[in-house]
């Protein structure tokens, strides 16, 4: 069983940074792909960020420049680092891990950004 745990989240003023975690637990071999996703109140989940196994990163339109993700491979963790942050980032973070044709979820993290 593996287990995805977030943390990080919080509230912050509009234009501050916020760096997640996500740590993975329980019977881990090796994540091919890991990302955040996040969920507004009444939208759908979005992809915000993922990378491979071997670094190769991929962004949402709405986050290039401001997020960075990267992970350590040997502590199956992935961070997301959000800098200038804005009010219409504010939603749900989850972490998401691929583990073959196996997905795996943590329970997320809840960012607000103030105005």
């Known amino acids: 069983q593996v287990q995805l745990v977030e943390s990080g989240g919080g509230l912050v003023q509009a234009g501050g940074s916020l760096r997640l975690s996500c740590a993975a637990s329980?019977?881990?071999?090796?994540?091919?792909?890991m990302g955040w996703y996040r969920q507004a109140p009444g939208k759908q989940r979005e992809l915000v960020a993922h990378i491979t196994l071997g670094g190769n990163t991929a962004y949402a339109d709405s986050v290039k420049g401001r997020f960075t993700i990267s992970r350590d491979n040997a502590k199956n963790t992935v961070y997301l680092q959000m800098n200038s942050l804005k009010p219409e980032d504010t939603a749900v973070y989850y972490c998401?891990?691929?583990?073959?044709?196996?997905?795996?979820w943590g329970q997320g993290t809840q960012v607000t950004v103030s105005s």
């Open positions: 329980g019977r881990v071999f090796r994540f091919n792909s």
């Open positions: 998401r891990a691929d583990e073959g044709y196996v997905v795996h």
